[in-house]
């Protein structure tokens, strides 16, 4: 996705104020909205009709939880973006976001310059967290990693091959860096570094960068 202007994005929250703000606020930042929704249900049912690029999601609505929402939505579409945006920064409720689905998760107390740089962030598939959540996110897939997986699936026949190329970005995925500062690092393209993890999650069958990062960490890329 080239160009902002093309970013279609959803806001969800059942504070009306609240979400008339970020709407109008991403608006004017020249993001496409293309819908609104106030509780989990609505937002299920708009999200299917609008196909959003990003969902900016709350995790406290009615009707039926952001996680839930998040996770059903995902489901059904691998490509949609999910950035939370919530007044929570429980350690729990933001791992279960992660885990349902979510590729970023922001709190409500950051600027309006940190939500529409995180929702452009979130659009080209970098994981944005508000600082400290970053960590605390890769350490829960460290921790998951060292646990014993089911031996059915653990090593496959054939493993998926990459190249040279491929496996360092995955390795630097793995860091933690963004788009950007890989195609520093490797003195290449931002596009040139989507294009290799684009590939790379093909091969892996994996649907984003969470699950693209939990693979590499698995395989102790990160330490490399």
Known sequence: MSEQQQIKVMVVDDH???????????AEHGFD????AGDGEQAVRRARAAAPDVLVLDLNLPAKPGVQVCKELVGADPALR?????????HADVLEAVKSGATGY?????????????????A????VFTPGLAGLVLG????LASE?????GR???????????????????AKGLSYKQIAERLVISHRTVQNHVQNTLGKLQLHNRVELVRYAIERGLDDA
């Open 16 to 26: 009306p104020m609240w979400r008339d703000a970020v709407a109008r606020d991403l």
């Open 33 to 36: 909205v293309v819908a609104t």
């Open 82 to 90: 999910v950035l939370v945006l919530s007044a929570s920064g429980e």
């Open 106 to 122: 922001l709190l409500k107390s950051a600027s309006t310059e940190e939500l529409i740089d995180a929702v452009r962030r979130t």
């Open 124 to 127: 080209v598939g970098d994981p």
């Open 140 to 143: 829960e897939y460290r921790r």
């Open 148 to 152: 014993p997986a089911p031996a059915e």
């Open 155 to 173: 090593d496959e026949p054939k493993a998926p091959q990459l190249t040279e190329r491929e496996t360092e970005v995955l390795r630097l995925v």
